[in-house]
T-cell receptor, first 113, second 114 residues
Framework: GNSVTQMEGPVTLSEEAFLTINCTYTATGYPSLFWYVQYPGEGLQLLLKATKADDKGSNKGFEATYRKETTSFHLEKGSVQVSDSAVYFCALDSGGGDDGLTFGKGTHLIIQP | DAGVTQSPTHLIKTRGQHVTLRCSPISGHKSVSWYQQVLGQGPQFIFQYYEKEERGRGNFPDRFSARQFPNYSSELNVNALLLGDSALYLC?????????????FGPGTRLTVT
């Protein structure tokens, strides 16, 4: 079956630091990959996605590259801000999408001023 | 434009009772999915509906059921509630189903079973 593994949190960084949140996956076929973000007190928001190998998704300064050879989709940002503090979820869908999204457990990111 | 809306926001039920949760998708979106998010975990897929037909079902017992109406809104029903059903229930909509489809989530309904 499908599964997503994310690095354990919380991850605490200082403002302007470089961010990497690791995500690896197991899936049948060739999945599409997503990063969602959940800000305190708010719902899940789609941050970025990639639908095929070597695609790079990007949004709001965040980037992630679909690496089929390492089955990874690591989230990166060059300079984080306090407002980036949130829980980040890596997710995938496959098999035509009828099985919904499979999510990782989430990584809580805390940015200190 | 309004996003995905869900009602109620919070709900407290007793073990053995039944609950109905409601979801209205973004205008123009014809597919609705339901997820369960237990505290500290990622959401788990329950159902996907498109054009009033069930397209997919996750690994949940038959106590969970859902339906989609002609206006594309949806209901999630849970019978014979257990303490373990306490969770945040999320609804997501997309223009249509399919791999790679962007799903937009509502704020969720927080269900507490006592």
């Amino acid at each position: 079956g499908n599964s997503v593994t994310q690095m354990e949190g919380p991850v605490t960084l200082s403002e302007e630091a470089f961010l990497t949140i690791n995500c690896t996956y197991t899936a049948t076929g060739y999945p599409s990959l997503f990063w969602y973000v959940q800000y305190p007190g708010e719902g899940l928001q789609l941050l970025l996605k990639a639908t095929k190998a070597d695609d790079k998704g990007s949004n709001k300064g965040f980037e992630a590259t679909y690496r089929k050879e390492t089955t990874s989709f690591h989230l990166e940002k060059g300079s984080v801000q306090v407002s980036d503090s949130a829980v980040y979820f890596c997710a995938l869908d496959s098999g035509g999408g009828d099985d919904g999204l499979t999510f990782g457990k989430g990584t809580h990111l805390i940015i200190q001023p | 434009d309004a996003g995905v809306t869900q009602s109620p926001t919070h709900l407290i039920k007793t073990r053995g009772q039944h609950v109905t949760l409601r979801c209205s998708p973004i205008s123009g979106h014809k597919s609705v999915s339901w997820y369960q998010q237990v505290l500290g975990q990622g959401p788990q897929f329950i159902f996907q509906y498109y054009e009033k037909e069930e397209r997919g079902r996750g690994n949940f017992p038959d106590r969970f059921s859902a339906r989609q109406f002609p206006n594309y809104s949806s209901e999630l029903n849970v019978n014979a509630l257990l303490l373990g059903d306490s969770a945040l229930y999320l609804c997501a909509s997309s223009v249509q189903p399919g791999q790679g489809a962007e799903q937009y989530f509502g704020p969720g309904t927080r269900l507490t079973v006592t």
